[in-house]
T-cell receptor, first 111, second 115 residues
C-alpha cells in the first residue's frame, strides 16, 4: 500500500533552534511536497520537488530550506526557527496527476 | 497567480441531509484541475474527487458530487445522505497547467453532521 511517512510527529524547539523534518514515500512518485497548515489559512505550499536533487519554491518559502536526497526522501530544514513557524507540517507525494497522498503530519512548536 | 477561496468557515447539518460546500478559484489558465480533499479528526488528509476543466460533466464518486460552474469559476462539493463520519474539514484545491504540479488549497470548511 502506498505510504508517506513523516518524522518526528511532534517536535518542540526554542527560538533560533535547528529543526529537520523528514518525509519518506514508498509510492514511487516523482513529486513530493511540504505544506504547512494554520487555522484560517488552510494548507500553504512551502517547497516541492520533482525528483532527487530538484527543488521548487512554493508560496511561503521564507525561513525554510528543503532537500530531496532520493526519490523517496524529502527533508524540510528550519535553521533558525521562529515562533511564527509553529505549525502543523504535512508532506505529500504525487504522480503527474495532481492527486496528493499525504503523510500523517508533524506538529512543530517553537517556543 | 492562482487562488482558491472557501468562504464558509463552518457548516452544521442534520444526518441524512444534503450539504453543499462552496469554492471559487482564480486562474488565467484555460486548462486546470480541481480537487476536494477531506481531513478527518485524526488529522489524516485524503483525496475525494476531481474535476478537469475541459470536462462539462460533473464528477461523481459515491455520495460525493461536484457542481462545476466554469463561467463563475466555482466548484461546489455536494454530499448527499450525510453521515456522522462525514464530519471533517474539507479543502478545495486547484492545479493550473502552467504551474506544473503545484497544488494550491483553499482555507477549508468545517462540516459538522449531527443526529
Amino acid at each position: 500500500e502506498a505510504a508517506v511517512t513523516q518524522s518526528p510527529r511532534n517536535k518542540v524547539t526554542v527560538t533560533g533552534g535547528n529543526v529537520t523534518l523528514s518525509c519518506r514515500q514508498t509510492n514511487s512518485h516523482n513529486y513530493m511536497y511540504w505544506y504547512r497548515q494554520d487555522t484560517g489559512h488552510g494548507l500553504r505550499l512551502i517547497h516541492y520537488s520533482y525528483g532527487a536533487g530538484n527543488l521548487q519554491i512554493g508560496d511561503v518559502p521564507d525561513g525554510y530550506k528543503a532537500t530531496r536526497t532520493t526519490q523517496e526522501d524529502f527533508f524540510l530544514l528550519l535553521e533558525l526557527a521562529s515562533p511564527s513557524q509553529t505549525s502543523l507540517y504535512f508532506c505529500a507525494s504525487s504522480e503527474n496527476t495532481g492527486q496528493l497522498y499525504f503523510g500523517e503530519g508533524s506538529k512543530l512548536t517553537v517556543l | 497567480a492562482q487562488k482558491v477561496t472557501q468562504t464558509q468557515t463552518s457548516i452544521s447539518v442534520m444526518e441524512k441531509t444534503t450539504v453543499t460546500m462552496d469554492c471559487v478559484y482564480e486562474t488565467q489558465d484555460s486548462s486546470y484541475f480541481l480537487f476536494w480533499y477531506k481531513q478527518t479528526a485524526s488529522g489524516e488528509i485524503v483525496f475525494l474527487i476531481r474535476q478537469d476543466s475541459y470536462k462539462k460533466e460533473n464528477a461523481t464518486v459515491g455520495h460525493y458530487s461536484l457542481n462545476f460552474q466554469k463561467p463563475k469559476s466555482s466548484i461546489g462539493l455536494i454530499i448527499t445522505a450525510t453521515q456522522i463520519e462525514d464530519s471533517a474539514v474539507y479543502f478545495c484545491a486547484m492545479r493550473a497547467t502552467s504551474s506544473g504540479q503545484k497544488l494550491v488549497f483553499g482555507q477549508g470548511t468545517i462540516l459538522k453532521v449531527y443526529l
